[in-house]
T-cell receptor, first 111, second 114 residues
Framework: EDKVVQSPLSLVVHEGDTVTLNCSYE??????LLWYKQEKKAPTFLFML????IEKKSGRLSSILDKKELFSILNITATQTGDSAIYLC???????????FGTGTLLAVQP | DGGITQSPKYLFRKEGQNVTLSCEQN?????MYWYRQDPGQGLRLIYY???????QKGDIAEGYSVSREKKESFPLTVTSAQKNPTAFYLC?????????????FGEGSWLTVV
């Protein structure tokens, strides 16, 4: 059975801190790994990762996938209160077109 | 504009009642999904459908039912057999070639049992 575990479950930091969120998985035959940010309603897309070792970057956010050790990390540098959200990793499964999500990390950034 | 519409946004259900959440998309997407989210947690897959008249159970299908009679519509019924239905429900759709920015989410429906 496919399994996706995110850590930590929740995290409280101060503005300006750097955070690293982890997504560990036991998923076979996935097409891509996706990171989302969810603030109040629908998740918004951050990154799609398909290859191991290639960093994706967007402003203060970056992400990388390690297919050998079976994890991905999402880094946020110089955090702001607007970064407070639930961060979700997800996998699109190749054969079935199924999309499964991890347990989520709740990030709270204090001023 | 193309998108996904979920309704209602807020719904209250009495114990023992069935309720149906609507999900409609005009994106011509083949695949549609229903997820449940409990406070502060990730999304758990209830049902998904890759094509009209076909659907598969996800990880937590017990107490739920779906239909896919039309490409645009994928309603979810929360039955009285679902013991703890209070949650946030999200519908999503995607094209066959599933990539990060071609997955669309509805605005969600909050269901509360009273």
């Amino acid at each position: 059975e496919d399994k996706v575990v995110q850590s930590p479950l929740s995290l409280v930091v101060h503005e300006g801190d750097t955070v690293t969120l982890n997504c560990s998985y036991e998923v076979t035959n996935f097409r891509s790994l996706l990171w989302y940010k969810q603030e109040k309603k629908a998740p918004t897309f951050l990154f799609m990762l398909t290859s191991s070792g290639i960093e994706k970057k967007s402003g203060r956010l970056s992400s990388i996938l390690d297919k050998k050790e079976l994890f991905s990390i999402l880094n946020i540098t110089a955090t702001q209160t607007g970064d407070s959200a639930i961060y979700l990793c997800a996998f699109s499964l190749g054969a079935t077109n199924k999309l499964i999500f991890g347990t989520g990390t709740l990030l709270a950034v204090q001023p | 504009d193309g998108g996904i519409t979920q309704s209602p946004k807020y719904l209250f259900r009495k114990e023992g009642q069935n309720v149906t959440l609507s999900c409609e998309q005009n994106l011509n997407h083949d695949a549609m999904y229903w997820y449940r989210q409990d406070p502060g947690q990730g999304l758990r897959l209830i049902y998904y459908s890759q094509i009209v008249n076909d659907f598969q159970k996800g990880d937590i299908a017990e107490g739920y039912s779906v239909s896919r009679e039309k490409k645009e519509s994928f309603p979810l019924t929360v039955t009285s057999a679902q013991k703890n239905p209070t949650a946030f429900y999200l519908c999503a759709s995607s094209s066959r070639e599933l990539t990060g920015n071609t997955i669309y989410f509805g605005e969600g429906s909050w269901l509360t049992v009273v």
